[in-house]
């Protein structure tokens, strides 16, 4: 009995961890009860629950992160982050409290009906907060654009014709206005600071992006997907950062499914039916994908700024880029001679963009291997 496995839910708030356990076999699943969430408190309930290597304990994910997963590690104990969106659900069920989700968890973890994620390195995580932080800034400097206009609307202030906004000759324009109200003046001068200021931010962000690029970790991988059209600094760091390995995914058709840029299904006997993309997994990939997927309406060629990334870049990779480029132009208009909607016509050209993200990362994850 005393190397029977025992499973262990736990339900984790910030201040808080609900416990409970069901044991091996088919008995009832108990409540252990609460425990703080600190590190002391963590050691001394693995402790009491008997030898490491009988616990499996899982926990859903959420926004405490993975500080526990990687300490239960360091204890020896086999740990799973669930996917909270794959956990079974009763239907009918209203009651939702602390002891009940962890002893549901446990008993699910039991039967082998939960899912785990994917779990980042701590520099792969590190490198994910910098590329969102710069994304947040992103849509702060956008809001504070909105907010910069409206504000110049209002007053019946529009730029000379002939000036695009947000140029250089906007900018100047823009230094040039005067209020006689006082609380205009300030109203403005703060709104144009507070831009000024996101974009510094923005600045910062992408210079320190830039050194990942070139001496992180995932440098090689970074340096290799540009070689893409449509897949420059930001976007190829980003998909690495959001990614971490792509090794975790055995097949392009996996990525494809994790990116949520398959077909939905509804099939039944002998009918077949197709939907919408399934838009689960990460969102933040789904977007970097359609986004650059828009780059192959062009004619194929290499030139400009892509030419500069291939430079130096293996025949093998230039020549999967080129496949991409024909193969993926000839999609998105055949797509559109049939009638397709051009939005849909670029996720199509997105999916197939990812097998080919695919094929690059594996040649370049296997001579990191080597």
């Not at 000759?169 to 109200?181: A, G, I, Q, S, V």
């Not at 197939?352 to 296997?366: K, N, P, R």
Request: net charge positive; hydrophobic share 35%; with cysteine.
């Amino acid at each position: 009995m005393k190397d029977t496995i025992k499973y262990v839910g736990l339900d984790v708030s910030k201040e808080k961890i609900a416990v409970a356990i069901a044991e091996e076999g088919r008995g009832e699943s108990r409540y252990y009860g609460m425990i703080p969430h600190t590190p002391e408190a963590v050691r001394k309930l693995i402790k009491k629950l008997g030898e490491s290597h009988t616990l499996r304990v899982c926990y859903e994910a959420g926004p405490t992160g993975y500080p526990l997963y990687r300490q239960l590690l360091a204890l020896g104990v086999h740990c799973d982050v669930i996917a909270p969106s794959l956990i079974p659900q009763r239907p009918g069920e209203r009651i939702k409290t602390d002891r009940r989700d962890s002893i549901r968890l446990a008993q699910l973890y039991r039967a082998g009906e939960l899912t785990s994620i994917y779990v980042p390195t701590t520099e792969d995580e590190a490198l994910r907060d910098l590329i969102r932080a710069r994304e947040d800034a992103k849509e702060d400097q956008l809001r504070a654009r909105h907010r910069l206009t409206k504000f110049l609307l209002r007053n019946n202030l529009q730029s000379p014709p002939g000036i695009t906004r947000w140029t250089k000759k906007y900018r100047n324009w823009l230094d040039t206005l005067k209020f006689e109200n006082a609380a205009l003046r300030v109203v403005f001068q703060e709104y144009y600071h507070q831009l000024k200021e996101l974009e510094q931010r923005i600045l910062r962000f992408e210079e320190e992006i830039k050194l990942q690029a070139t001496e992180g970790v995932h440098a090689p991988t970074i340096q290799t997907l540009q070689g893409l059209r449509g897949v420059a600094l930001i976007t190829a760091t980003s998909l690495v950062a959001e990614i971490g390995s792509f090794k975790r995914f055995p097949t392009a058709k996996k990525f494809m499914a994790y990116v949520g840029l398959i077909p939905s299904e509804y099939s039944s006997g002998e009918k077949r039916k197709q939907g919408e993309i399934t838009k689960t997994g990460n969102r933040h990939v789904r977007r970097l994908l359609i986004e650059s997927a828009w780059s192959y309406r062009y004619q194929p060629a290499v030139k400009g700024d892509l030419k500069r990334r291939q430079n130096g870049l293996s025949p093998s990779v230039q020549a999967i880029s080129w496949k991409a480029q024909n193969r993926l132009h000839k999609r998105y208009y055949r797509l559109l001679s049939r009638g397709k909607e051009g939005g849909k016509a670029v996720t199509a050209v997105a999916r197939e963009l990812a097998g080919f993200i695919w094929a690059i990362t594996q040649e370049v994850e296997d001579n990191q291997g080597s």
